[in-house]
């Protein structure tokens, strides 16, 4: 009888630490919700500060299910709307950086115990120049003795992954974010290829364009707003308050946004 009780009280003490784990867990949650609106809100948001906020989240360990899944897109929809802001304002590394530059490349070389760490900005044959003589000495160098490993994808790549491997966002989701980063590509290329070095350039041209060349330019670009990260906002309090709802958020992907 008395290992019958002390199983009780045992069980019943895991269970309370349970709930209190989980409930210190949601407020860290909430909290990295509400300083991500203050983000949006502010225009703030950078590669760095997005990298932040995703291991603020990542730091909230065993979070799982809607909660999750909704602080994460919303991380996502940040990111997007910062690759869109460089894309319209013709700058073409802060594009590159969030889409297709890895974060952190290993360059793993035969006879050293330790990788070396490709510099971000930097090409293989300039950060490894003096291997050989000649630069075709550095590339042939490069094929015979290197191995690349790719240890962090750049931000946007990998918030999809991990939106597509959570199994909580719809996959029509996954399509609309999807068509945005092929949005923001293309934007980057056709501004680029219309020789505008920077968003003064775009400005400037804009301002003394005819109607007719102003409204083409202006149709091409992203011009994304907030109102999915703030969606994506109220369907994470309303699955704060209400636990065992279905998101709206799901069913709302159904359809992608407008992306111009």
């Known amino acids: 009888m008395r290992a019958v009780e002390n199983l009780s009280r045992w069980l019943a003490g895991v269970r309370f630490l349970t709930e209190d784990l989980a409930k210190t867990r949601t407020r860290r949650l909430a909290k990295l919700n509400t300083s991500m609106e203050k983000d949006a809100h502010l225009c703030r948001f950078n590669e760095t500060l997005l990298e932040k906020r995703l291991n603020e989240l990542e730091g909230i360990r065993s979070v799982e299910g809607a909660a999750y899944g909704l602080t994460l897109a919303r991380i996502n929809e940040l990111a997007l709307l910062c690759a869109a802001n460089y894309a319209d304002h013709c700058e073409t ?136 990260f703030f969606d994506l906002g109220n369907d994470f309090q309303q699955v704060l308050r209400m636990k065992d709802i279905q998101p709206s958020f799901l069913g709302k992907m159904d359809t992608a946004p407008s992306i111009g």
């Open 93 to 228: 590394q802060g594009v590159g950086d969030l889409l297709f530059n890895p974060r952190r490349i290993l360059v793993h070389i035969r006879g050293l115990s330790r990788p070396v760490v490709k510099k971000r900005h930097m090409g293989l044959t300039e950060q490894f120049a003096d291997v050989a003589g000649t630069r075709g000495g550095v590339i042939a160098w490069l094929r015979d003795e290197t191995v690349l490993e790719i240890k962090e994808k750049a931000l946007l790549p990998h918030l999809y992954d991990r939106l597509r491997d959570s199994g909580v966002v719809s996959l029509q989701y996954l399509d609309s974010v999807r068509a945005r980063m092929m949005k923001i590509a293309d934007v980057s290329v056709f501004l680029a290829c219309s020789h505008f070095s920077n968003g003064l350039d775009l400005h400037q041209w804009l301002q003394h364009a005819g109607a007719s060349d102003r409204k083409f330019v202006e149709s091409k670009l992203c011009r994304f707003d907030r109102k999915i």
